[in-house]
């Protein structure tokens, strides 16, 4: 039978969690280029709401808990195709043309465009938990350093209690049914950039050369079904969605702990009016929940 | 560098068989064999030289000349590294200008005991032809200004439905009695060639833009 039984309520746990949540604060920036085009990516994500439930069977769970994605920057590079002057027979024959006007090129400026997604929510559809202890030494303790100089140096051992995620599931990044219009919205801006320095006349005739937008988008990104699914499937490629997972799991389980106990204990921390301090090893830390509370128990001394 | 932005085309309208620029171009028959010397003036005042020798066994028909400078990358004719030579066959000289906003002229003569001057772009003659593309949507004038023909050019704008036609030029012929037609249209970027069938001197300007009207 364990020395020492800890319980933390339900409602208190919920508390530890959020402090835990709003902490969480996910970046990654990276480029990959797919053939014709570059894709760049800025992503910025904090976590959000989530309904905390302990069950009997020491499993947390967590409904209604959202990504929010702060930022999404994904900009794709591209060439603009050129469009030529001349090229035409200039002298026919019978036997084909005897003089071809030479072709005066223009274009083929490399543009980026950037749709916006800032502030997509994707739901954490599973986060499902158990809690599993870990004892901590911290690499920064110097060697040789008591335990009462440790607690001093702020560098002493620890019992810690991590929310350990069997699974975390997140949905995919959804702008589904604004997809292929955030990328029209972000083509034509684009367009309307570069051509910015141009007589209106001649924006309008670079439109015209364009011609519609969505087709034009379809041939510079090679999208042979619609727009959407190919801007999703893109998102997918990029596997944000699976390295946020990653990461908020790994926040979870291994970077910022539910709760922590210094080992040995300071039951009665040194002080100057202290001379004579108190600590007491802790052993065999345990942690699990059930439906109305966390219970953690802890041998003390060298057993 | 082709860029969009500040692209010199978008600064010219019109075109002009007198001071060519990148809208117009000139395609000239040369069927005698021989050595000719050709200069070529820009209205800036720069000035330079080449030589252009039709042999008659070179298989080459035709031969593209940059007026504005740029050799091209073979094809028609053979340059010379050291000196602005072409070479071909008896056919047909392009001149044309490929880069800049400056407008040229260029005279050409045989290179014997004549030194006759063949050729002045400034005044086409029998056999030539006159190729331009006018970009922006409007109403032009186009006039021989050697015989005071005139004849008005609607440049429609591109539609969608319009790209198979930008690969044939509009034709139309010039001769003594004036141009075949009073009125012709082309699409934006369509070219407009104009067949000489006696001395003329062609100048295309713009007497109202599309979107002047709104």
Redesign the interface.
């Known amino acids: 039978m364990s020395h020492v039984t800890l319980a933390v309520s339900a409602a208190t746990f919920k508390h530890l969690f959020v402090f835990l949540r709003d902490r969480i604060s996910y970046s990654k920036s990276d480029s990959t280029s797919w053939g014709p085009f570059t894709v760049n990516y800025s992503v910025a994500v904090h976590l959000a709401d989530g309904d905390v439930t302990l069950n009997d069977d020491g499993t947390v769970e967590i409904a209604g808990l959202k990504a929010i994605w702060d930022s999404l920057g994904v900009s794709l590079s591209f060439t603009l195709p050129q469009w030529c002057v001349g090229g035409w027979c200039a002298v026919p024959t019978p036997w084909g043309c005897a003089v071809r006007l030479p072709e005066l090129c223009v274009g083929g400026d490399v543009v980026s465009i950037h749709p916006n997604l800032d502030g997509l929510e994707s739901k954490v559809t599973d986060f499902k938990a158990d809690l599993a202890t870990v004892y901590f030494t911290d690499p920064a303790r110097a060697p040789g350093l008591t335990d009462v100089a440790a607690e001093q140096a702020g560098t002493p051992n620890k019992w810690q209690i991590f929310l350990h995620p069997d699974r975390v599931l997140i949905e995919p990044i959804d702008p589904i049914g604004t997809a292929g219009n955030l990328l029209v919205e972000a083509m034509n801006a684009v367009i309307d950039d570069v051509l910015g320095p141009l007589p209106d006349w001649a924006k309008s005739l670079v439109k015209d050369i364009i011609g519609p937008i969505e087709g034009f988008i379809k041939t510079v990104f090679g999208i042979a079904d619609d727009i959407d699914t190919w801007f999703q499937n893109l998102l997918g490629d990029l596997n944000l969605v699976a390295d946020l997972e990653t990461a908020v799991a790994q926040y979870f389980a291994q970077q910022y702990p539910l709760h922590e106990f210094p080992d040995p204990y300071p039951m009665l921390p040194w002080e100057p009016a202290t001379p004579l301090p108190v600590f007491i090893p802790l052993r065999n830390l345990a942690a699990t929940v059930n439906s109305a509370e966390m219970v953690a128990t802890v041998d003390v001394g060298n057993v | 560098m ?6 010199p ?2 600064s010219l309208s019109g075109a002009d068989s007198t001071a060519l620029t ?2 117009g ?1 000139i ?1 000239h028959p040369v069927d005698e064999p021989g050595v000719y010397g050709g200069t070529i003036v820009a209205a800036s005042g720069a000035q330079r030289d080449f030589t252009l020798v039709v042999d008659a066994n070179d298989v080459a ?2 031969a ?1 000349i ?1 007026l504005a400078g740029a050799r ?1 990358p073979g094809g028609g004719c053979s340059c010379d590294a050291s000196a602005e030579t072409y070479r071909m066959g008896p ?2 000289v ?1 001149f ?1 200008v ?1 880069s800049g906003v400056d407008r040229y002229h260029v005279r050409l003569g045989r290179r014997d005991a004549t030194d006759a001057e063949v050729f002045d772009s400034r005044l086409l003659c029998d056999g030539d ?1 006159f ?1 331009a ?1 006018l ?3 409007g109403r032009y004038r186009a006039t021989d200004l050697e015989h005071h023909h005139r004849a008005t050019v609607t440049v429609r ?4 439905r319009d790209r198979a036609l930008l ?3 509009v034709r139309v012929s010039l001769g003594g009695r004036g141009f075949s037609k009073h009125e012709f249209e082309v699409i ?2 369509q ?1 407009l ?1 104009i067949e000489i069938g006696a001395k003329a001197a062609i100048r295309i300007e713009p007497e109202r ?3 002047d009207d709104r």
């Open positions: 082709n860029s969009l932005l500040g692209h085309i978008f990148m809208l171009a395609v028909r035709n593209a940059d091209p056919g047909h392009t044309h490929g032809r190729a593309t970009l922006r949507p704008r591109l539609g969608a690969r044939e030029p934006s970027l070219g060639l833009f599309e979107d």
